[in-house]
């Protein structure tokens, strides 16, 4: 799924975006579909906050999710891709639905994924799905490349109620002369590490910005499920070996719900 020049790009930059990579308009039409069905069948929680909708009512929110996304987290195109970054034995932590409506003030501040996750070490590829075509007036993300090969930053709370964290990097600690776009038309995916500083503006536009992002670590890392301040349990966090085996003696696949089994067709 990625040339080699691509998991080298992926490797210096912290991101990549896989050229000639598109889901069919037939596999985009049900994602959609599976989208409009958990916005709609969840309205008690923030569009942005949708985690784990691969699940039936898993943790932690609950979600009221779709088949359809439960597929895509096992496809094994989207795994291939993760163990081109960090190798075949794969962990599937969690999903995430981020749905920016149109005109929405709400923003994702400077970040690192790292300090949000108990995962240890610090290893994690995200792979972001658009849903519907992402560019700069409807709120892309923005990296800033080479980034993940910072440590760990430390963040500051906040309480901004545009904010999708409560917590944030400070100001200079990014150097938003750097930034690069990431626009992608739906169907389209790109990948970016644990590491790498990130943050997405306002969507402004009068159009719909969501995509799913899929989550995986190296079974060789561990998440320890303990995380002050933050915003979900990891506790009873679910996770899944998808690819290979476990590497890592501390993770434990017993603790976290699942939630409910997917209705028979």
Known sequence: MLSRAEIETYHCDGYVIPEGFQ?????LAELRDGLNAVLAQNPDIMPDRLMNPHLNQGKPYGVCGHAAFHRLAHDPRIIDMAEAGMGPDLILLFTHLFCKPAESARVVPWHQDGPFWPVTPMKSCTIWLALDDVDEANGAMKVIPGSHRRDAIEHNLTDDSNSTLNRELPVDDVDESKAQLIGLKAGQVSLHDIGIIHGSAANTSGRRRAGLAL???PSTSCMYRVMPNAAASWGDMPME????ANRNERNDFSLGDFGQ????A
């Not at 889901?23 to 596999?27: H, R, S, V």
């Not at 089994?261 to 028979?264: D, I, Q, R």
Request: proline content about 12%.
């Open 241 to 244: 070996l998808v690819r290979g």
């Open 23 to 27: 889901f069919k308009d037939t596999e």
């Open 261 to 264: 089994p997917w209705p028979s």
């Open 215 to 217: 989550r995986y670590m």
